[in-house]
C-alpha cells in the first residue's frame, strides 16, 4: 500500500499558512535516497550523480542535492543560470545538447561545463565559438529496438538523439585533432524502467564501446555516463528498483569488460531525475466539487496544468484521500481539473474511498516532471512549492504566481 510522506495532521497544519494546491517535497527521503545512491556505486572512485535539472528546477532542491554531492545536468541557457545562481559551475555541470542554439553552447563553455555532444555537427558549432574545452562526452545511439530478456523497453531507431556508431568514432577523431584530451560516452535508451537490468545492460554497451573507441583512436575515456530512465513505482503493485543491486550490477559488468581492457580507472557518470525525486514530491489539493451526470466526477482545485502527467500520456498517478487511508475504495470516480479540456483528469473510473467536499488528496509521486511541467493554460497560475524539512517544519520554497506573473509579459497598449 502506497502512504504519502506527510500526515492528515501535518497537513492541516500547513494548509492553515498556504492555501491548496502545493507540491510538498521531502527533504528527509530526498537526502536518505541520494546517500543510497551514493552507496550503490561506492566501488567506483570517480562516481558523480548529476541530477537532471529539468526534473525539479528549484534551487532549494538543487541546493540539497548540492550538499549530497550531485552536480547538475543542464540543456538549456536558463537551466545553466538556474545552476549558476545555485553555485554549481564547471565540472559539476554537465550540458546535454541536442539542436541546441549557439548561444547555448557558449553559456555552457564560459561556465566550464562538461559538454555532451549530441551531433558531430555540434562540433562544427564549437570550432566557430573558438573554444574546444579539454573534457567533451559524445551521446551514442545504437538505433534499432533496446530489449530486456524479449522485452522491448524503447525504440532508439525512432529517437532524436546521439550518433551512429560510425559517427562517434569520426567524432573523437576530429575532436581529438583539435585538442580535446580528455573522454566521455553517454547513452539514454530507456525511460522510467523498472528493472534492475537496465543500467547494466546499458553500461555493457558503453564500456564495450568505450573499449573499442579507445583501441581505435587512443582518445584517453575519463568517464561513462549511464544518464537517467531509473524509473520509479507510480502503480501501488509495482516493485521497486533495488539500487544496491543496480550498483553491484554495472560493479560486476566494470570489472568484465574493463578489468581485461585495463581501464579500471573510468569514472561512472548518472544523471537520474526521476529516481532522485519522483517519490519524495505529492501534489496537495482539495476536493471542491462533486458532480454526477453520467459518471461521477470529483473535482479539485488543482488541474492539469499543476501535474501535466495524466494528461499528457494517461500517466498513472496515487491518490490518497487523507484520513481515510483506511477506508474501502468502494466508489468510483473521475479525479478532474477545472481547465476547459476533457483531459484534465488525475484518475479515470479510480476506485476510492467516499470523498466528501474540503477533503485534502494527496496526488503521489510528483517530485520529478510535475511543477516542472506546468504551464498557464486556461490562464492557471502555477501553484506554491513548499520544503518538508526533516525537523517536521515547512518552507516556501516557491511563492505561488500572482495575476501579475501572468501579466507581466503581455502588452497592453
Ligand atoms: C530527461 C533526462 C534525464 C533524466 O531522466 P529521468 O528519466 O528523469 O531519470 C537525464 N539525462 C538527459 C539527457 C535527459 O534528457
Not at 10 to 28: A, N
Not at 109 to 125: F, K, P, Q, R, W
Not at 155 to 181: D, W
Amino acid at each position: 500500500m502506497k502512504r504519502p510522506f506527510v500526515t492528515l495532521e501535518q497537513l492541516k497544519k500547513i494548509t492553515e499558512q498556504y492555501p491548496t494546491p502545493f507540491h510538498l517535497y521531502d527533504e528527509k527521503g530526498i537526502r536518505e535516497n541520494a546517500r543510497r545512491l551514493k552507496r550503490a556505486f561506492s566501488w567506483n572512485k570517480g562516481f558523480r550523480e548529476f541530477f537532471a535539472v529539468k526534473a525539479t528546477p528549484n534551487p532549494t532542491i538543487l541546493k540539497i542535492l548540492h550538499e549530497e554531492g550531485c552536480g547538475t545536468d543542464c540543456s538549456s541557457y536558463t537551466e545553466l543560470l538556474l545552476s549558476e545562481k545555485c553555485g554549481i559551475v564547471g565540472d559539476e555541470i554537465m550540458f546535454s545538447s541536442n539542436a541546441t542554439p549557439t548561444h547555448e553552447f557558449a553559456k555552457a563553455l564560459e561556465l566550464g561545463a562538461t559538454i555532451n555532444l549530441d551531433d558531430i555537427t555540434h562540433i562544427d558549432v564549437l570550432e566557430e565559438l573558438g573554444t574546444i574545452p579539454e573534457v567533451i562526452c559524445c551521446r551514442y545511439n545504437p538505433g534499432g529496438t533496446f530489449s530486456i530478456a524479449n522485452d522491448i523497453m524503447d525504440n532508439p531507431g525512432e529517437a532524436k538523439y546521439g550518433m551512429t556508431r560510425e559517427q562517434i568514432f569520426e567524432a573523437f577523431r576530429r575532436l581529438m585533432a583539435l585538442g580535446v584530451k580528455r573522454f566521455g560516452v553517454h547513452a539514454f535508451l530507456a525511460s522510467n524502467t523498472l528493472t534492475n537490468d537496465y543500467y547494466p545492460m546499458l553500461a555493457k554497451i558503453l564500456f564495450e564501446l568505450a573499449v573499442d573507441l579507445r583501441r581505435e583512436t587512443g582518445a584517453d575515456i575519463r568517464f561513462v555516463n549511464l544518464s537517467g530512465g531509473i524509473g520509479i513505482p507510480y502503480r501501488p503493485e509495482q516493485k521497486e528498483n533495488d539500487i544496491m543491486v543496480i550498483g553491484e550490477g554495472v560493479r560486476k559488468v566494470y570489472e568484465d569488460v574493463f578489468g581485461p581492457a585495463g581501464m579500471t580507472d573510468v569514472a561512472i557518470y548518472t544523471e537520474l531525475g526521476r529516481y532522485m525525486l519522483g517519490p519524495y514530491g505529492c501534489l496537495v489539493a482539495r476536493a471542491i466539487r462533486e458532480k454526477r451526470i453520467y459518471k461521477h466526477y470529483i473535482g479539485l482545485d488543482a488541474c492539469a496544468c499543476d501535474l501535466l502527467r495524466p494528461a499528457m500520456y494517461g500517466a498513472y498517478h496515487h491518490i490518497t484521500v487523507m484520513g481515510k487511508e483506511d477506508w474501502p475504495c468502494d466508489h468510483k470516480y473521475d479525479i478532474t481539473g477545472s481547465l476547459c479540456e476533457n483531459n484534465d483528469k488525475f484518475a479515470v473510473d479510480r476506485m476510492l474511498p467516499k470523498i466528501d467536499i474540503g477533503d485534502l488528496v494527496v496526488i503521489h509521486d510528483t517530485g520529478a516532471h510535475g511543477y516542472a511541467m506546468g504551464y498557464n493554460y486556461n490562464g492557471k497560475l502555477r501553484s506554491a512549492e513548499i520544503l518538508l524539512r526533516e525537523d517536521g517544519s515547512t518552507k516556501l520554497i516557491r511563492r505561488a504566481e500572482t495575476p501579475e506573473d501572468y501579466f507581466a509579459t503581455m502588452i497592453f497598449d
